[in-house]
């Protein structure tokens, strides 16, 4: 037994671009040969047992340079528990350096999603103590709609307003897929119009739901350069808000409390703490046209200590904290 594991060991340690060699040459006769009609099923099937994720597609293209993979048309996606995602096309490839080594690695670009453009980079990660293999992601996303992007979260219930504006994202995560540990990674933002229409929401009062009307807020452009997610904390270590026309402006840092949970419906966020230090300039126009609304009900909430008023309107410079989920905030000074 010994004898034959080193020579296994010898053959894939020795003789790794002969054998990625003869894969490739059996994916072009398979592409060749194999029906694509049949083919496209063949594959939808393998996608749905892998992840219970059923996928629709009108037309399916194969590659092998640079590397082997396939392009979808009029993509549909319908993952479990969530609203379907639509796109307008898919191209997909195996990653090489991974195949090389080993381990499962591919590459995704995504048209139109969201009215936007998606690139993912997936492969293989490190063990968890349970056993199982994390899933390493990159994910960078250009102008996405933030209008259909909030519309697809307040359908899967993820999101409780609407937004309207443009985002650019950087994402690097690695992820158990069971969540038996929680996910890492580090994330950054960059949306150059950003704001809230006016619109009714529902918020929870220590465990009471009570609608109110939010008027709208404009943010004009939000920068997070750098915020990192680990063992259930998203740290936020800067993002700044607004620009010389916002409603609002200023510097916000702190932690958030994101613990990720499965379900039989699926994966969904929960927010479990905030801890959040906020230094802000709000307008003086916007203060006194919402002195009754939601928002000025939430200003008066902040220690008069905090807040110094100025020639264009108010600085806030204030602590919120959170403690557990429904809780109302509570206000320090800085």
Known sequence: MGQ?????????????????????????????LFPRTDLADLITA???????VYIQFDELDFDLL????????????????????????IEASVALTKLLGFKLGANASITDLFKGNVDITYSQGAKTQAGSRREDIHLRADNLDLEALSKYLRDAGMLPVKL??????????????QFTEQPIGELSLEAPRFALPGQTITINFNGVPV??????????????????????VLEIQEATIGDAKSDVKGKIKGTLGLRFRRTPGGVFPEMTQANFEMDLNVDKNFMERNQKSVL??????????????????????????????????TFTPL
């Open 296 to 329: 000025g009900g939430f200003l008066i909430l902040i220690p008069p200590n905090a807040k110094q008023e100025t020639p264009a309107g108010t600085r806030l410079a204030f602590r919120m904290r959170i403690n557990r989920p429904g809780e109302m905030p």
């Open 4 to 32: 034959i594991i080193q020579a296994i060991t010898t053959l894939f340690g020795h003789h790794k671009l002969k054998i990625l060699a003869v894969i490739i040459f059996a994916l072009l006769f398979f592409a060749l």
């Open 46 to 52: 393998q996608i749905v047992r892998a992840t219970g």
């Open 211 to 232: 609608q109110q009307q939010l008027p709208p807020l404009n943010l004009g452009r939000i920068n997070i350069k750098s915020a990192k997610l680990n063992d259930g």
């Open 66 to 89: 640079p590397a082997p993979g396939f392009e979808a048309h009029e993509i549909r996606i319908e993952p479990r528990g969530v609203p379907a995602l639509d796109a307008e096309s």
């Open 164 to 177: 309207e504006g443009k985002v650019t994202t950087n994402l690097n995560a690695s992820v158990d897929p």
